[in-house]
């Protein structure tokens, strides 16, 4: 193995030593997430007895929302504390060496506890996901593979992409550049600023895995808390000085003789062009707003603007609002200003399905934060455990089942998903049957983004001044919003939370492969790409968050990005160590990759026939999101399968098959 250029000690976690008393333990046990605890401790001390099958939490058989606890009875959690507590005293106490090291039987133990697959499948994924050191950095540098060629890449975009691609450049020695639009990092980070905006996946699994954060002071954190963890990263990690801000990237065009792409863009107003043999764009699928097409819209007298693009000098305070839509962003905007304004109206076209979260703004405990600063590991567990609950652990709810008739499910597991979802809809407004109808939707649960909810939504539709509409908008007058029965909405502020055109990849940029094809027009309207980054004819150039690549039964986008950047990097020690000008993936492939997808697809919730979201294109089908576990996602971007690829070697100016 080769050395790393960077060297970061920070990145990794300090624990502080333990200095209480059983008593205080004790009480902060109560507090502890105990099966990724256990797991944590089993790690620790190498002691798999804490890690019995009689508390491997059950999971979805008892229910398919995520349960406290991992659904473990009170008795089991009283056994687990017991267990925890024994094993943290000792560890205090001087009493047991940390082996430091653990082999493959006690990692099976501990992970075939807490999750309901088979260890040898998840096993790498585990380690570059809990390990102590950057399992992720690239094993090699340019200067070891070949110090005599240039090489350099252009990335487009400095959201969460683009300081991973920048932080994995450095760390290989490679050369690069980040063009970014805005004035400051952070991408869909910095451009949502609407009131109520947080992250609706685990923070802890949301997060880099080479700069984990044990101290999050929620699971489900602001906007402004990841915009400074990632304006923090790439301040410690040096990629800030690679990125140059206010620059919109116009045009890419392929070079085909010089085997390099020319970036056109505009920085503050002045044009100018770059090239580098390898563009990764990281502009993300949620990058541009949509707005709908309302007769009448610019008539509008009062102020309005989209979720996206919140104009926070308009004062809300004692106002008539509309929000138009009820999508993730919606869903976060009403809670947070109903309380300020003087009417809330919400248009609703169909109504989300909500997965029950009670912690979903909680900050995380005292106690739990103390575990998390105490004990070794603790922190990565949880991680782990995140994203198998809110990932792998879900797929079966949105899977379909062959024959299934029933209306409004696609399975047996999904109906009972749905009954369950339902049955909280009930519970919370019992003594409100006028909304019970309105919020239920008709369609499958999960078949498009289901937004977590500790009840806020019902308790916002309930208050006095605010109403959910149902009927739909017909027109946009200068005093507010007319419905279809004829009813004027007098509003004095619209806010359109009505989502990004999300299939439209690499929108607003003309992108040029060989022969001058524009990938627009190849597209034509319906994008399609290999292992969700590559394109025929498109050679060297990555799209991360490409076709297919969003996760929609929740989970993090930061894991996807790092697969999708770890493939590049290793693409591009094809390049070099093979000594390739170019490299695109074959028509076969593509189809092959493509047809794989569609069929998993079509057996999705959101795959589900009638059922309508940002997650299909045009044409109808669904070209914004990753059918498969992400385990999937991983095993296909350890590195590019050759025969799937058209290679030029360097100074040859025809292309020939690899094989
Ligand atoms: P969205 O999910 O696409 O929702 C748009 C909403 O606007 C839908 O309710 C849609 O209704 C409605 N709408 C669109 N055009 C309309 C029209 N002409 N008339 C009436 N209603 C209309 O957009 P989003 O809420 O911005 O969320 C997009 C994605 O961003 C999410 O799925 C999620 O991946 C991400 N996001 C994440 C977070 C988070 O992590 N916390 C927060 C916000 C967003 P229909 O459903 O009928 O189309």
Not at 338 to 360: C, H, I, M, N
Not at 373 to 402: C, K, N, S
Not at 496 to 501: E, K, L
Not at 533 to 559: D, E, Y
Request: proline residues 6%.
């Amino acid at each position: 193995m080769s050395a790393n250029p960077i060297d970061h000690a920070d990145a990794f976690d300090t624990y502080l030593p333990i200095d209480i008393d059983d008593a205080e333990l004790e009480r902060i046990l109560e507090k502890a997430e105990l099966p990724a605890l256990l797991a944590a401790l089993a790690k620790l001390t190498g002691d798999t007895s804490l890690v019995p099958p009689s508390l491997k939490p059950p999971h979805t058989r008892k229910s398919f929302i995520p349960m406290p606890q991992g659904g473990l009875d009170e008795a089991q959690q009283k056994e687990a504390r017991r267990l925890a507590f024994d094993a943290i005293r000792r560890y205090r106490d001087g009493e047991i060496q940390t082996p430091g090291h653990t082999d493959d039987a006690e990692l099976r133990a501990i992970v075939s506890f807490l999750i309901t697959r088979d260890f040898d499948d998840y096993r790498d994924l585990l380690i570059h996901e809990v390990a102590d050191h950057d399992v992720g950095a690239p094993q090699w540098t340019l200067s070891e593979l070949d110090p005599d060629r240039p090489f350099k890449v252009l990335i487009i975009g400095a959201g969460i992409t683009g300081v991973v691609a920048a932080y994995r450049l450095k760390q290989a020695g490679v050369e690069h550049v980040v063009l970014e639009k805005n004035p400051e990092i952070g991408g869909t980070w910095w451009e949502n600023t609407y009131p109520g905006c947080r992250l609706d996946t685990s923070n802890y699994a949301y997060s880099f895995s080479f700069a984990q954060k044990t101290d999050w002071p929620q699971k489900f954190s602001r906007q402004s808390e990841i915009q400074d963890y990632v304006l923090k990263v790439a301040h410690d990690y040096g990629v800030r000085d690679r990125i140059v801000f206010n620059t919109l990237v116009r045009s890419v065009i392929y070079d085909e003789e010089a085997g390099e792409w020319e970036v056109t863009a505009v920085t503050d107003g002045e044009v100018r062009v770059h090239r580098a043999n390898v563009v990764i764009s990281g502009t993300g699928q949620l990058n541009s707003p949509k707005l709908p097409n309302i007769e009448g819209m610019d008539s509008f007298a009062g102020a309005s603007m989209h979720s996206a693009r919140w104009n926070h000098d308009v004062s809300l305070k004692g106002k008539r609002v509309a929000i138009i839509g009820t999508g993730a962003s919606a869903y976060q905007i009403a809670p947070a200003i109903a309380d300020e304004v003087g009417k809330l109206e919400v248009f609703q076209r169909s109504a989300p399905w909500l997965l029950p979260t009670a912690d979903y703004l909680d900050d995380i405990s005292p106690e739990l934060m103390w575990l998390f600063r105490h004990i070794p590991g603790y922190a990565r567990w949880y991680r782990f455990w995140q994203f198998w609950l809110a990932t792998e652990g879900r797929m079966p709810t949105v899977t379909a089942d062959e024959g299934w008739s029933e209306e409004g499910s696609i399975g047996a597991i999904n109906h009972a998903f749905r009954q369950e979802l339902e049955a909280e809809f009930r519970r919370q407004l019992a003594d409100r049957p006028d909304l019970i109808d309105k919020v239920i939707p008709t369609y499958p649960a999960g078949a498009k983004r289901l937004l977590r909810d500790n009840g806020q939504w019902s308790a916002t539709l309930r208050k006095p001044h605010v109403d959910l509409v149902t009927e739909g908008i017909e027109r946009i007058v200068p005093e507010g919003v007319v419905t279809a029965d004829g009813v004027l909405h007098e509003v004095d502020v619209i806010a359109y939370a009505t989502g990004f055109r999300a299939d439209e990849f690499l929108a607003d940029m003309e992108v040029r492969g060989r022969d001058g094809v524009e990938v627009h027009e190849y597209w034509d309207g319906d994008p399609r790409a290999y292992a969700t980054m590559t394109v025929p004819g498109f050679p060297n150039f990555f799209i991360c968050g490409g076709p297919n690549s969003a996760v929609a039964a929740n989970g993090s986008a930061i894991f996807i990005v790092e697969c999708s950047i770890e493939y590049i990097l290793e693409c591009i020690r094809t390049l070099v160590v093979k000594r390739l000008k170019d490299m695109e993936p074959t028509d076969a492939a593509t189809d092959a990759f493509v047809g794989k997808i569609d069929r998993a697809n079509r057996a999705r919730a959101w795959g589900a026939e009638g059922v309508t979201s940002w997650y299909r294109n045009k044409t109808g089908r669904v070209s914004a999101v990753w059918p498969f576990e992400l385990l999937e996602f991983w095993n296909m971007t350890r590195g590019p399968a050759e025969g799937d690829y058209r290679f030029t070697p360097l100074g040859e100016l025809t292309t020939q098959a690899a094989e």
